[in-house]
C-alpha cells in the first residue's frame, strides 16, 4: 500500500521499497520518516532503537504478517 494514502502512527510497519528492507515508523516530520530497521529482532522495543530518516515516497505499508 503507498504510503502517501495512509495516515502515519507509530509503529506502523513499512519497506523501504530501495532494498525491500523492513522496518516500523517511529517518529515523522514535514521531511523524513524516521524508521527503526534493526533493532536485533526485539521489534516490541523499537522505540529505544535509532530511527534512519527515510522519504515517505520511498516507503510502502505492509501487512504486519508480512512484516519479516
Do not use: P
Amino acid at each position: 500500500m503507498n504510503i502517501q494514502e495512509v495516515v502515519l502512527q507509530k509503529g506502523l510497519w513499512v519497506v523501504y521499497t530501495k532494498t525491500n528492507e523492513r522496518g516500523r515508523v517511529k517518529c515523522w516530520n514535514s521531511e523524513y520518516v524516521f524508521v527503526v530497521y534493526r533493532c536485533d529482532n526485539h521489534w516490541e522495543e523499537f522505540n529505544n532503537y535509532t530511527g534512519v530518516a527515510t522519504k515517505r515516497e520511498d516507503l510502502e505499508v505492509i501487512d504486519a504478517n508480512e512484516r519479516l
